[in-house]
């Protein structure tokens, strides 16, 4: 985790950095998220670092989570909790 936070941070402050590891062999699964604090360093690291090698490994590098800002999604879901 820390190497990876090194190579983000290149882009901005990295917040959190989690790499899925698979419970019963204990080995990563394969992926890893990194939280950015402020969204343009997030897609600045998203548009350097997509398909290139990292720590060894061509890696590709997108959006995991997306906040929606849209009224009409929060009142949806408003109305699924009723």
């Known amino acids: 985790e820390d190497d990876l936070a090194d190579v983000f941070s290149e882009f901005g402050s990295v917040k959190n950095v989690h790499i899925s590891m698979d419970r019963k062999s204990g080995l990563a699964r394969g992926y890893a998220l990194v939280q950015f604090e402020i969204f343009t360093d997030a897609q600045d690291a998203i548009n350097a670092l ?4 990292v720590l060894g490994k ?25």
């Open 58 to 82: 061509t890696v590709r590098v997108d959006w995991a989570f997306v906040k929606s800002t849209s009224s009409s999604s929060r009142k949806r879901r408003r109305r699924e909790h009723e």
């Open 50 to 53: 997509h398909e290139t090698e």
